[in-house]
């Protein structure tokens, strides 16, 4: 396996950890994904992460009007933070090291977020996992990647999703829905594709961050797409 490149940033669902369940941690599953990212280690690519926390909260949307939505926010935040700490675990066990940066205050299982901080550990080898979103309610953890992507001059977002790549429509509702291998972050603004969420697509698009969009049902879809093989769909 020889990187094309030399770092990158893996964006997970909370949702995919879940697997079949749909709730929780499927451990068997995040071991194939932690597998994956070994192989990505073992070729000398340096590994950080996002992962989503919707298998336990999803904000906004769970709390919908019954609460603040900045708590609601919050809420999921630190399922985020959960998550991060069952990837720790399971990377571990697979013999890579790993830590947890967090955007705020989580001292008994994360470090505070600091940039020279992540390369330090990217550099030498480490896996690091960026907890807590941005930090801040109202914004996603799509948004979350993107910051954390351009902080550490990431050379590519991998945003691994349920469908294998960006579609004209959605494939599972119309059969004539056609799969693009690439497209501009202009093109999928217009088309309103839904790779990420508008404020983190278009802050890739000015800040010119290639997007890989892929299927993560098949975890070795992971070391794939960081090897550069043309797999899911490229915006650039």
């Not at 590994?47 to 999803?58: L, Q």
């Not at 907890?131 to 351009?150: I, K, N, Q």
């Not at 890739?204 to 070795?220: I, R, T």
Request: glycine share 12%; with cysteine.
């Amino acid at each position: 396996m020889n990187g094309k490149y030399g770092r990158i940033l893996l964006k997970m669902s909370g949702e995919a950890l879940a697997g079949e369940k749909g709730r929780g941690i499927d451990f068997d599953f995040t071991a194939l994904v932690c597998r994956a990212v070994k192989k990505c280690v073992d070729a000398g690519i340096q590994v950080s992460v996002v992962v989503g926390g919707g298998n336990y909260w999803r904000g906004g949307k769970d709390g919908g009007d019954r609460m603040v939505r900045a708590r609601a926010d919050y809420m999921g935040m630190l399922a985020t933070a959960m998550n991060s700490v069952a990837l720790v675990d399971a990377l571990e066990k697979e013999g890579v090291e790993a830590v947890i940066q967090s955007s705020f205050g989580l001292e008994r299982v994360a470090e505070p977020f600091n940039r020279d901080a992540a390369l330090r550990h990217l550099r030498a080898g480490r896996v690091v996992i960026f907890a807590c979103g941005s930090g801040e309610p109202f914004f996603t953890t799509d948004t979350a990647a993107v910051l954390r992507a351009l902080d550490i001059e990431a050379d590519v977002l991998l945003l691994g999703k349920n469908v294998d790549g960006l579609y004209s429509a959605d494939p599972k509702l119309d059969p004539g829905a056609v799969k693009f291998d690439r497209i501009a972050y202009a093109e999928v603004l217009r088309r309103d594709l839904k790779a990420m969420d508008a404020a983190a697509t278009q802050l890739a698009m000015e800040n010119k961050l290639p997007l890989c969009v892929f299927g993560l049902k098949d975890p070795e879809n992971i070391a794939r797409a960081a090897a550069g093989e043309a797999i899911g769909t490229i915006v650039e």
